[in-house]
Nanobody, 124 residues
Framework: QVQLVESGGGLVQAGGSLRLSCAPS????????MGWFRQAPGKEREFVAA????????YYGDSEKGRFTISRDNARNTVYLQMNSLKPEDTAVYYC?????????????????WGKGTLVTVSY
């Protein structure tokens, strides 16, 4: 059974940093695009960041550019999201996702596998 397991969420003050990790199990995603999405209370899920199969290309949502960095370590089969200068509006459940059908990110393509999410809460 394929699973994506997120970790690293928690409570942080505004201006602080967190690093999320996503460790898949059941298969490797070293040839797959992987990404992070988030959903805040009462809002729709939104794109945060994505990374192509070898880490050579990264993509970010407008509100994350310059503050968040996505990276991956294919040897560890893990993808990371470094979040700096966090704001209260970044509070959300963050989901890891992967699509083995694609090696690069395409906004119009859906992700096939999703984690259960990790909660990030940014206080004032």
């Amino acid at each position: 059974q394929v699973q994506l397991v997120e970790s690293g969420g928690g409570l942080v003050q505004a201006g602080g940093s967190l690093r999320l990790s996503c460790a898949p199990s059941g298969r490797t995603f070293s040839s797959s695009v992987m990404g992070w999405f988030r959903q805040a209370p009462g809002k729709e899920r939104e794109f945060v960041a994505a990374i192509n199969w070898n880490g050579g290309r990264t993509y970010y949502g407008d509100s994350e550019k310059g503050r968040f960095t996505i990276s991956r370590d294919n040897a560890r089969n893990t993808v990371y999201l470094q979040m700096n200068s966090l704001k209260p509006e970044d509070t959300a459940v963050y989901y890891c996702a992967a699509d083995p059908s694609n090696s690069d990110y395409r906004p119009t393509y859906g992700m096939k596998y999703w984690g259960k999410g990790t909660l990030v809460t940014v206080s004032y």
